[in-house]
């Protein structure tokens, strides 16, 4: 089945700790993204990628990075800048960044900082 | 910039009762325009989409939206609710930019369906 997977779907980390969320595609999408989900709030978007090794801030970028060094691959980390990283993060991606290029959405992994 | 309001943040029918979701949009161009669907700890789910042409799209699980260009709405209207539509409801904007198009998205609607 193609589809996108994100694991692990809970996380719990420390205050002052890395986190590395994971999302994988096999639908040979080109572009792929990462948001962020809050109680009560839409999407916000973290980070885009068009193209291996290029991607772009989304809105609110800081406190996170990610790398694109596979076509199928776009991990987030979650570093300890941070300030308040207790969320719903999604990735989702789509055959390119066209407008018309639909997003299709991985299951999601919830962050919780304990 | 492009921006969604949904202006319902919670609505409850009962089954069998017809559904129609707001979503008003600002965006100075043509909108593409989309309706996702995001049951309890999950992911979202594409409903159906508006790009161009006929102003009443279909979508899944018996769906429909209309676009209306003069009052910048997307609505999204089911004609009889069942139980399993119960989740939250997400309309988003899509907007060309130099370097690709954008989501934005509003905040949702959630939606209650009593028995």
């Known amino acids: 089945d193609g589809g996108i997977t994100q694991s692990p779907k809970y996380l719990f980390r420390k205050e002052g700790q890395n986190v590395t969320l994971s999302c994988e595609q096999n639908?040979?999408?080109?572009?792929m993204y990462w948001y962020r989900q809050d109680p009560g709030q839409g999407l916000r978007l973290i980070y885009y990628s068009q193209i291996v090794n290029d991607f772009q801030k989304g809105d609110i970028a800081e406190g996170y990075s990610v790398s694109r060094e596979k076509k199928e691959s776009f991990p987030l980390t979650v570093t300890s800048a941070q300030k308040n990283p207790t969320a719903f993060y999604l990735c989702?991606?789509?055959?390119?960044?066209?407008?018309?290029?639909?997003?299709?959405f991985g299951p999601g992994t919830r962050l919780t900082v304990l | 910039a492009q921006s969604v309001t949904q202006p319902d943040i919670h609505i409850t029918v009962s089954e069998g009762a017809s559904l129609e979701l707001r979503c008003n949009y600002s965006?100075?161009?043509?909108?593409?325009l989309f309706w996702y669907v995001q049951s309890p700890g999950q992911g979202l789910q594409l409903l159906l989409k508006y790009f161009s042409g006929d102003t009443l799209v279909q979508g899944i699980k018996g769906f429909e939206a209309e676009f209306k260009r003069s009052q910048s709405s997307f609505n999204l209207r089911k004609p009889s609710v069942h139980w399993s539509d119960a989740a939250e409801y997400f309309c988003?904007?899509?907007?060309?930019?130099?370097?690709?198009?954008?989501?934005?998205f509003g905040e949702g609607t959630q939606l209650t369906v009593n028995p």
């Open positions: 989702a991606s789509s055959p390119g960044l066209g407008l018309t290029d639909t997003q299709y």
């Open positions: 988003a904007v899509g907007a060309g930019e130099t370097s690709g198009s954008r989501l934005t």
């Open positions: 639908l040979n999408h080109d572009a």
């Open positions: 965006y100075g161009a043509t909108p593409y």
